[in-house]
């Protein structure tokens, strides 16, 4: 395993990406037993590498793994009050740290996306693209996912609430949440193995 990013986005948010060397090799070293139990208790060695890849980042920071608590909704917190929000997809695992609220998102580009664009974009967005882009469809989902992690309620609909008018490095958001429509933004990292976006 190993850190591969390190980067600060507008002196408010630090992105930290770690990749999974060996998913077949688990390295846990001083663990919490809360955190030991939890990754026994996953079948998928893919799964317990994340677990612990999370916790790697969190080593790398200074904290310690019982820092770490998640409410009843699955959000993670950590104790010291530092907001925390936490994405993995494949061997790769992203961590963001601030004072403020966000949520961010980690995709691999994969064609399975294309199975489900129809579930989560909607008319105006799909002007904004080739249905057919992958890297720009997956970019679309970070967006939406970090949106619904920034908010962490769990009524909030892809295609009808959230709403993204303007797809780029720097994307914009609408956010339709109890009866209000909220102002957002999204500044996402393109790289050839991942995409991820931080919703602020």
């Known amino acids: 395993m ?38 026994d208790s996953t079948k998928s060695i893919l799964k317990k590498n994340q677990i612990i890849a999370v916790h790697q980042i969190l080593k790398f920071k200074g904290f310690c793994s019982d820092d770490l608590i998640y409410n009843k909704d699955g959000a993670p917190f950590l104790k010291n009050g530092l907001k925390i929000s936490i994405s993995h997809s494949g061997l790769f695992v992203a961590v963001c740290l601030s004072k403020e609220k966000m949520g961010i998102d980690l995709q691999t580009v994969n064609e399975k996306i294309l199975k489900v664009v129809n579930k989560f974009t909607n008319q105006i967005e799909k002007k904004l693209m080739d249905e057919n882009n992958l890297e720009k469809l997956t970019q679309l989902w970070t967006i939406k996912e970090a949106a619904y992690k920034y908010f962490s309620i769990g009524k909030l609909s892809f295609k009808s609430d959230i709403l993204v008018s303007e ?20 500044k996402s990292k393109i790289t050839s193995n991942y995409i991820c976006s931080i919703v602020y």
Request: charged share 25%.
């Open 2 to 39: 190993a850190l591969i990013d390190h980067t600060h986005f507008l002196n408010r948010f630090e992105l930290l990406i770690w990749k999974i060397k060996n998913p077949e090799k688990l390295e846990i070293n001083n663990i919490a037993n809360s955190i030991a139990k939890k990754i």
């Open 167 to 186: 797809l780029g490095d720097e994307s914009q958001l609408k956010i339709n949440v109890s009866d209000q429509v909220l102002n957002l933004k999204s």
